[in-house]
Structure formats: C-alpha cells, structure tokens
C-alpha cells in the first residue's frame, strides 16, 4: 500500500514557526530562523547538576617517636598548621569523591605517604604511627612514619569493638570486661590487623586491660549501635596507651 504525507499536517506543524520567523523579523523563513535557534545553543545555561560527590577522611596521630606535632597535607594543603599532638585524632575531613594524596610528617623522622581513594559518603581513617628502619647504605637506623588505613565495610547489627594493634608487640592478648557478662571476653590483637569483640545488642559500661593486668587501657559506655575504635599505641616512652573513637559502620584494615 503505497502511503502519502498529508501536506495539511506539515503545515500544522510548521505554522508555530512561521510565527515565531516573523516576529522575530526572519519573514517567514522558518530555515533562518532555525539556524538562528542552534546558533543561540552554546549561551544556553547548562543544566542543574546533582549534589557534588563528598566522602570523608579521619586522621589519627600515634606517632611517638620525634620532636613536635604530627603534621598532615591533603594534596599538598596543610590540614592543621599547629600539628596533632600524640593520641589526637580529627572528625571527619569533607573531600571530593577521588583519588587524594596523603603526607604526613614529624622531626626527626621520615615522612609517610599515601594515597587514598575517598569514595562518596564513605570515610577512611587513618592511623599514623613510627617504625624502626633498619640502616641501609649511607643512611643509618632510624623512624620512619608509616600510614595503616581502616576501611569501612557494610554495618552489621549491635555493638561491636575492634580493636588494631600498632605497638611494637606483635601480639597483645586484651580482656573487654562488658557490663552484665560473668566473664570477660579475650582477644588476642596481632601487630597491624584488626581483632573484633561482640558487645552485644545494648549498650553498656565497657572496660580494656591486657591479660593479667589490673590496669585499665580504656574505658566507655557506647552510647549508639555500631563500631567502636579501640587503637593501641605506645606514647614517648614506650608505655602502651589506648584511645577510641566511634564509626558507625564497621572496619577492617588494609
């Protein structure tokens, strides 16, 4: 069946332009006018984009060894001008979605670096802390800054603790003494990895010692369902400290 346009509805559809061609002084030429629209295209305002992509960062400073404050540059941006003192840690440090570089440094030591990719609505923490390099060459012993990161994986139910060693034991065997519970749980935390204990689906007084020790490390009373930090480190003269932190989903390092 052979088919044909209908001439009334070409004119219909090309009216509207012929219209528009003559108020804007184009006569009726509707081609002049189109090529007029296209030209008017690149000063067109670019559609609204969506929210930008943020993730977050927390730094944690456990860096003994040296003179002064720990120092962090995000790119090449000093976070803090004054420096983190031993055992400070920050909030959450809002960055673009992306790949960032990550330097820290102290006197007297040599710099760590890293580099971190912030993935959107995601926090990474990291954990700085000084290790012994043996000599080498023309260099002699000496500390050396290196960067643990502790990524976020999916939230699981309840209260949990995870603990990370970055003393230079290779293994800490710790006791969580939790409120309501006859015995405490132990946990043996190897050097640079992570150890989890399950406080259970209610909050309650929470207490950290090692094995045998009458001292406590730490002690809190978590207050919200999720993860809590437990990061044990040594201070200047080798004594073992702890601090903790709160994130509300669960971590492992890597």
Known sequence: MKTTSDPGSTRTLRAPFRILAERLGCGRDVPLLLAFLFALLPFASPAQEGPPR???????????PGQGNTHVKIGGDEMFPKGYTL????????????SHKISVTKQGTEPGETEVDVVNGETVTLVAFAEKLPAEDDKPERWGI?????????????????????SREQELSVETLIQGRDKPEFAGVKRFMTSTVDLGGSGGDISVRLLRSEEILASFRPDDPGNYVLLLYEGEEGDLRALYFYDPKFVIAG
């Open 54 to 64: 943020v993730g977050f960062i927390r730094f944690v400073n456990a860096v003994a």
């Open 146 to 166: 290196r960067i643990i990161r502790l990524k976020q994986r999916d939230t699981e139910r309840g209260f949990r603790l995870t603990m990370l060693n970055v």
């Open 87 to 98: 055992g400070q840690r920050t909030g959450g440090i809002g960055l673009k979605a992306g």
